[in-house]
């Protein structure tokens, strides 16, 4: 599994050819969209991984960049399941993920409590190959599968003085044994502004690698947010609220001098527990070493325009 | 009891096998997860802690009639502990750091945690220099002053171990409690 430092650099081409889609990817695109429409996607159970037909391995394009599928779904931070990264894997089982339902609210003109299959039934799926960069100064690179925030988000037409949008993961003890040590404020919650929301780059994934989400990923349904730190990307949503104020966002309400609403990827912002200026890129030998982190995770050029004129050291 | 040197033959097995376990895990015969180096630098760090809290734990086991003998662990135990230490920083410093005297600045300036680690590595470093009998004999009283220095380096260990949490302190808390419970004890034995 030894990747050269040169097949890496690759990841800056492929992150211009997924907010450039066109080429390569409508292909992609079409394949997933007739599985879709053919009923091959997963209906039934959201809770156990299943193929997606249609899909193939980004990897056989690209190989040697995207890390491991088993490095994706064995190291996971997800409290909700314990606080080991291999926790998640072992104990998620218990996550029931059909029904699932997601409840709408606040400022929209179309509040309610929907069944997730019917939401997500309008939306196209693509894939999207993205860098996810944890606050925990490591990143690996996922495939993941699903369709933008901002596409999704409008078919509950939020208001016009909707500021932010704040999201919530499941709350159940039974089924998320881990929330019964209360290391976080559950449920866990996580909330961005409506413009980033709406950025192009953000996105909610229904699967990965080609497969619905294990539970320990997040499923059935889940934020991606490439240029913020990991833990803003919240798991298993089923509360999505639109507000005027600046929503509660949990490891902010855990330890703010940390971890700040916008907790973008800042490799000049520095933290009292990792350094931010290199990252670790998972699956690596053991004598490689950190690379350095990139302003906005590397997808500057997208999304820096959304904080002009804000003070980066203060709002991190 | 066991005899003396079937003992030290079992200790010394017990404790070169987080290393091998690593070596293993290192050229990938073992899987110690997809961040290798995360992995050494927290078996190691433990495995040097927990092997500190057995050294202080001797004087008190030996007092019952059972662990007599397991007073004479006490030095191989203690580089062991800090052979791991040792082995804990050189990965911090060669590998995690790269070398990198900016980055390992930064964060000796920004991180506690890294401050304590490091008291607590030189709080143990003279310990293991002074640890063979010649040193003992020549140092004498002085020798006994210096090996004290164990409470530091294990006290700031687990500072350091506390303040690299992310959020759930409860198990260096554990390991702190039982700290405070081997001084109390100590106390205890010298005041009768």
């Known amino acids: ?316 | 009891m066991l005899p003396i040197k079937l003992l030290k033959w079992i200790a010394f097995i017990l404790s070169l096998l987080p290393f091998l376990i690593l070596i293993l895990g290192i050229n990938n015969f073992i899987n110690l997860g997809p961040n290798i180096v995360e992995a050494v630098l927290h078996r190691t760090g433990n495995t040097s802690l927990n092997l500190l809290m057995i050294v202080l734990l001797l004087p008190l086991m030996a007092k019952h009639t059972l662990f007599r003998n397991f007073i004479v662990l006490s030095r191989m135990l203690g580089l062991f502990s800090f052979f791991y230490a040792a082995l804990h920083l050189c990965v911090y410093l060669f590998i995690d750091r790269n070398m990198s005297i900016l980055s390992i600045q930064d964060d000796f300036i920004s991180r506690p945690y890294i401050l304590a680690g490091m008291i607590a590595f030189l709080s143990i470093t003279p310990l293991a220099l002074t640890s063979f009998r010649r040193a003992q004999i020549r140092l004498r009283k002085l020798w006994k002053k210096i090996h004290q220095l164990v409470y530091l380096g294990t006290a700031s260990g687990i500072i350091h171990y506390i303040w690299q949490m992310k959020i759930d302190l409860s198990l260096p808390m554990l390991y702190l409690v039982g700290f405070l419970i081997i001084l109390e004890l100590k106390k205890g034995f010298r005041v009768t």
């Not at chain 1, 539970?215 to 507000?243: C, D, E, H, M």
């Not at chain 1, 949990?250 to 933290?271: D, I, L, T």
Request: charged share 20%.
């Open chain 1, 1 to 316: 599994m030894s990747k050269t430092w040169s097949q890496k650099l690759k990841i800056k081409q492929f992150k211009d050819f997924e907010v450039t889609p066109e080429n390569l990817f409508n292909n992609r695109r079409a394949l997933l969209k007739s599985a879709f429409a053919l009923g091959l996607l997963p209906s039934r159970s959201y809770g156990h991984v299943t193929d997606i037909e249609g899909y193939r391995p980004w990897d056989q394009e690209y190989p040697g960049i995207l890390n491991a599928y088993e490095d994706i779904t064995n190291y996971n931070n997800f409290y909700e399941f314990g606080l080991d990264k291999s926790d998640p894997a072992r104990y998620s089982h218990t996550l029931e993920t059909h029904p699932w339902q997601v409840e709408v609210s606040g400022l929209t003109n179309k509040p309610g409590v929907y069944d997730l299959e019917e939401i997500i039934q309008p939306m196209q799926l693509e894939e999207r190959v993205y860098k996810l960069r944890c606050v925990e100064a490591w990143s690996m690179i996922v495939p993941w599968i699903g369709f933008s925030l901002g596409s999704f988000l409008q078919q509950f037409e939020p208001q016009a003085n909707a500021t932010f949008v704040q999201f919530f993961t499941l709350y159940d003890t039974d089924m998320m044994p881990g929330q019964r040590s209360r290391v976080l404020d559950w449920p866990y919650r996580e909330g961005l502004t409506m413009a980033e929301a709406m950025h192009p780059l953000s996105f909610l994934a229904t699967g990965l690698y080609g497969k619905t989400l294990p539970n320990q990923n997040g499923a059935p349904i889940r934020l991606v947010v490439p240029w913020k730190y990991g833990f803003k990307s919240i798991k298993s949503i089923v509360k999505i609220v639109f507000t005027d104020q600046k929503p509660l966002t949990s490891w902010n309400q855990a330890n703010a001098r940390e971890y700040g609403f916008y907790s973008n990827v800042n490799p000049n912002v520095s933290h009292p527990r990792w350094s931010q200026a290199y990252e670790r890129v998972l699956g690596q030998g053991f004598f490689t070493p950190r690379v350095p982190t990139e302003m906005f995770n590397g997808y500057g050029e997208q999304v820096a325009h959304l904080y002009d004129g804000l003070d980066l050291q203060i709002n991190y």
